[in-house]
């Protein structure tokens, strides 16, 4: 399941955090030659002298009970004459638990060791291998299909010994690489502990942060193959801004080695812009690729660099580098008139794919299907950029990207149909038809309607099975609650769930409007022409829902979405009354979250906002790699669609109301 992050109003909410176009997570080890190592799981016939590297960040799970309990730590090494790494790891664990007969992974302790053997800057496929005493795989590598190093992936070149001595346990491995090894030499390398004891509390530890290594080079950390001897020394410098009035700073630099064996290193930085890196004695240019800084929930700055500064390290306490300077590019701006209060022409065409163009290339957005509606029909609709950053391939007509939450407002639709027909009772509390177990501690929750889910007052959180607050007294946006809603309506979680749902979306929704080009579970057409998402400009592992999520799952495009859009412009299916239920604003946002000052809300399942050109209805949505949104003007007859495969694309999205209709200064004035 997708969880769909909080998308109230319209608003498409993004990440606060910021989103780096980088190689590596900026952790460093180094690896020595090493000869005669036996791998038993035993650390003697190791070196005394390689470094220990502590395997100390906190992921997630209940933190250790005991000082002992899960401290790690690992070294590694290199063999030319065997073209392979070896890696030792020790956990200290005093609870030590197997499932011989349950693979998942938070039943048992586990490892995972990740290995990116080409290092690209430019993406590259990460080896998974995940490891206990009773079970190894590797992870995900059938989703991912544009890394063909991933689809030979297998445990043949891969040797490991598992030893358990009192309360420590050891992981000894060697990987012989496929490619000749050379040094010096950098290989994507993170290690991640899973920690379980038998009092079920769990801890997640890693060596270098980032989450989904497995999917994405960028969030792991480099290890430095280098030969006997060589001198390390650290690297200081700092990055200045240039005109940047704004917070935020440039998380990492690059440190690049150019000799005859190149290699790069990360460098993160501090909230001054301070960085220090131990580094092999030798010659580096230091740099700043693009970087992207959130400065609030919509602004989102792209960060560059001016030239790169060379430093030639030598072997002395610290070597510092000249500062190097950063900039904010300008933000591409809408027009201070939207382009739809005009007639529609080739010119007003050119217009639009300029502005997209723009933003694309601004925000690192692979590919968009956008759709514009004037006098109450489609006048242009058109697809841009590529469904995948890594395979090129062009985004087509018929390609379809994850609506995430706007799947909502069409199962909202699909409610107030069975309500008109009387086959549904929106105040019926809905534990009467179906249950909700984990909820029964919260007595109140029996109170809870299709209704209170419909207009967001469920008391549900946006995700979790706990009651926050009352049904009906409090606003509180929540894809649980649809999720919760779709099992009542489909009487049950047995196995005829996904198609009962589907049967009454089709009948309900797809037939009747003529989308053809819709999904929401997996199906081989959509296999066929769904686009990837994107997370720091990598594409995400590409998987399809086996039922439909009601909050989440729907796959379509502009052209094929317009259809519903126009639909609820028109009232298209829903009798006078039901239409003025679901388009009168019973939910009102908190008042800071107002767009511009004018209320937001929510109808019938519906989100409604007030602007200077009357009420507005539509959905965001956002799944963190694909964002999206629509809008219709219902006095003007006018609005927009919009999907994007990026988590870079919700400054795009947010501002394409201002580009459409309202224009910059958010009156079209």
């Avoid at 395997?55 to 392979?84: S, T, V």
């Avoid at 942060?209 to 080079?217: D, I, V």
């Avoid at 240039?242 to 190149?262: D, F, I, N, Y």
């Amino acid at each position: 399941m997708r969880l769909t992050s909080t998308v109230t109003l319209l608003v498409l909410l993004s990440s606060l955090s910021s989103t780096p176009l980088w190689s590596n997570n900026g952790k460093v080890a180094f690896a020595f030659p090493i000869k005669n190592i036996t791998v038993d799981g035993r650390m003697d016939d190791w070196p005394a002298g390689l470094k220990k590297y502590a395997i100390n960040g906190y992921r997630y799970g209940a933190r250790a009970d005991h000082p002992d309990d899960a401290n790690a730590f690992f070294m590694a090494g290199h063999n030319l004459a065997e073209n392979a790494i070896y890696v030792f790891v020790s956990v200290r664990d005093d609870d030590y638990v197997r499932t011989p007969d349950d693979d998942h992974y938070a039943s048992h302790d586990l490892q995972v060791l990740y290995l990116d053997v080409k290092h690209d800057p430019a993406g590259s496929g990460v080896l998974a291998y995940e490891l206990t005493e009773d079970h190894r795989k590797i992870v995900h590598q059938e989703d991912m299909p544009w890394y063909p190093e991933l689809a030979r992936a297998n445990w043949d070149n891969v040797t490991v010994k598992i030893l358990r001595e009192g309360g420590t346990t050891n992981y000894e491995w060697k990987i012989v690489l496929p490619d000749t090894l050379e040094v010096p030499r950098a290989l994507g390398f993170d290690y991640v502990i899973f920690d379980k004891d038998e009092s079920q509390n769990s801890v997640s530890l890693e060596w270098g942060p980032g989450g989904e290594k497995f999917s994405n080079n960028d969030r792991l950390g480099d290890l430095v193959l280098v030969r006997e001897g060589t001198l390390l020394s650290e690297v200081t410098g700092r990055i200045e801004k240039v005109g940047m009035a704004k917070e935020g700073m440039p998380e990492r630099v690059e440190l690049t080695h150019r000799g005859k064996h190149p290699f790069r290193l990360t460098a993160r930085t501090d909230s001054l812009g301070n960085y220090a890196l131990t580094v092999p004695v030798m010659s580096y240019e230091v740099s700043i690729r693009p970087q992207y800084h959130w400065n609030n929930w919509f602004d989102l700055d792209r960060m560059v660099g001016g030239n790169p500064v060379n430093i030639r390290v030598r072997d002395v306490e610290k070597n510092v580098a000249t500062p190097l300077m950063v900039a904010v590019e300008p933000q591409p701006a809408p027009p201070e008139k939207g382009v739809l209060h005009e007639k529609f022409t080739k010119g007003t065409a050119q217009r639009v794919d300029e502005y997209i163009r723009t933003y694309m290339d601004y925000y690192n957005i692979p590919g968009v299907s956008v759709g514009l509606i004037q006098d109450g029909k489609l006048v242009y609709h058109r697809t841009y950029g590529v469904e995948n950053a890594m395979t090129g391939k062009p985004v087509r007509m018929e390609s379809v990207f994850e609506a995430a939450s706007i799947t909502k407002s069409v199962f909202a639709y699909v409610m107030n149909r069975l309500t008109q027909r009387g086959d549904f009772d929106l105040d019926r509390p809905l534990h009467e038809q179906f249950p909700f177990p984990e909820l029964e501690k919260y007595p109140e929750y029996k109170k809870m309607t299709a209704r209170h889910v419909l207009t967001h007052v469920s008391g549900l959180p946006n995700w979790g099975a706990k009651l926050l607050h009352p049904p009906g007294t409090q606003f509180g946006y929540s894809g649980e609650g649809f999720e919760y809603l779709k099992k009542v309506v489909a009487g049950g979680v047995g196995p005829h769930l996904p198609d009962s749902i589907q049967r009454l979306l089709d009948q309900e929704l797809l037939e009747p409007l003529g989308m053809t080009n819709t999904y929401f579970k997996d199906d081989p057409q959509l296999r066929e022409r769904g686009v990837s998402g994107h997370y720091d400009g990598r594409p995400t592992r590409q998987s399809y829902d086996a039922w439909p999520g009601m909050a989440f799952s729907m796959h379509t495009n502009a052209q094929d979405f317009a259809p519903f859009a126009l639909a609820l412009l028109e009232r298209k299916g829903l009798t006078e009354a039901q239409a003025e239920a679901m388009f009168t604003m019973q939910t009102l946002e908190k008042e800071e979250n107002f767009l511009n000052g004018y209320p937001t809300g929510f109808g019938l399942g519906i989100a409604l906002r007030e602007s200077p050109y009357g009420m507005v209805f539509g959905h965001g949505g956002n799944n963190g790699d694909f964002r999206c949104q629509f809008e219709v003007y219902d006095d003007l007859k006018m609005g927009y669609i919009i999907f994007t495969n990026s988590s870079t694309g919700g400054p795009l999205v947010f501002d394409f109301h201002k580009f459409a209709v309202e224009g910059s200064g958010g009156d079209g004035e």
